[in-house]
Nanobody, 127 residues
Framework: QVQLVESGGGLVQAGDSLRLSCVASGRTFSRYAMGWFRQAPGKEREFVAA????????DYTDSVKGRFTISRDNTKNTVYLQMNSLKPGDTAVYYC????????????????????WGQGTQVTVSS
């Protein structure tokens, strides 16, 4: 069992930056691929970024490539999402998730590939 707790969300202006953190419980963090998803009001949950168990490979949805960076620190049981050049369209609740397998060279990108989810943190970007 893995428990995930996100933090770092908030209200910012367009062009600003935020860094989300997700701390995982337990001593087997390095066995999980990690991902970030987001859900805006009235929309389905969408994939944002993933990092493989080793941290060597990452994947991003096209709309955040070049602006967001996912990383992990296995010594701190933490995965991060650095978000730069934020846009109003990035407004959503952001969820951290853990998967028991990489599923691909770049990490899992589908919600059903993830076994554990955090409660989410709100990110609001004003124009």
């Amino acid at each position: 069992q893995v428990q995930l707790v996100e933090s770092g969300g908030g209200l910012v202006q367009a062009g600003d930056s935020l860094r989300l953190s997700c701390v995982a419980s337990g001593r087997t963090f390095s066995r999980y691929a990690m991902g970030w998803f987001r859900q805006a009001p009235g929309k389905e949950r969408e994939f944002v970024a993933a990092v493989t168990r080793s941290g060597s490979n990452t994947d991003y949805t096209d709309s955040v490539k070049g602006r967001f960076t996912i990383s992990r620190d296995n010594t701190k049981n933490t995965v991060y999402l650095q978000m730069n050049s934020l846009k109003p369209g990035d407004t959503a609740v952001y969820y951290c998730a853990a998967a028991q397998d990489d599923y691909s060279e770049y990490g899992p990108a589908r919600p059903y590939e993830y076994s554990y989810w955090g409660q989410g943190t709100q990110v609001t970007v004003s124009s």
